[in-house]
């Protein structure tokens, strides 16, 4: 099942809690996951069966959209930054960043997503009769500017989410309620134009486990900020401030007319915000930089 250059991904085919992927890059790799997986059975019963696919190898990006089960309309591609660390290391995460729109998603590129992909299913599921109405979520990789489907989900991404959103410039709630009665047709999705970086401030210790309980400092200072938006996702309120309850704590959204203008402005947020032990990537929109996938 490995392509010529001995490379695939193995994974459970049952649920492993995230972590039932192995990236193989040779045979002896290939061989170990397929054994730790169907002779050791690390997962039990969740790897009797497994699925093995050419290894993917190139730019994430996610293609979001909204639909009323006849026809879909996207958000501006984003792109998340899944592992803990700067260069894309460490363990994967729910996502340490995000940005928006992608450079390397022309509009060529995206009406390709959109015929190729988006519309098949959408239709696809309108002819089965059951009609999929609400946000499709494409996982996609881009490998020498041609579009591969990594998976589905049927929900706004986090942290895709606080990048596209505040990038729409239609009423929302419009679009919902025209998708709710299968008029969207009726509805255009105007974007506004510039950029939009997050950069997500995490526990220490996440994405393995994580403190809770730490002071959030400097969110009155960073309301002040103009161009930044902070998103609360791991927070409560205890005793009259805002501390840390999650591993993702808060995703700081910078806004800018240009992708390096709205990263500037998302670290100038974050320069802000402190609470003990916190970290976070240093090189959320680098990969925006690059011309092509
Ligand atoms: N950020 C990836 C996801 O929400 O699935």
Redesign the pocket.
Known sequence: FANQNDKAVLKADGLASGNGVFICKSKQEIMGAANKLLQERIFGNASSLILAEELLEGQEV?IIGFSDGKIIRLFYPSQ?H?RIFDNDSGANT??MG?YAPVPFVSEKLLQEIKQKIMKPVINKMNEKRTPFVGVL?A?LMIVAGNPFVLEF?C??????AQVILPLLDSDILELMIACVEGKLLEKDIALKTGAATCVVMASGGYPDSYEKGKTINGLDEVAREKNVVVFHAGTKMENGKIVSNGGRVIGVTGFGKTIPDSINAAYSGVSKISFENMHYRRDIGKKALLRSA
């Open positions: 996610s998340d899944k729910g996502g995000a979520y996982g989900n929900r706004f991404g986090d942290p895709e």
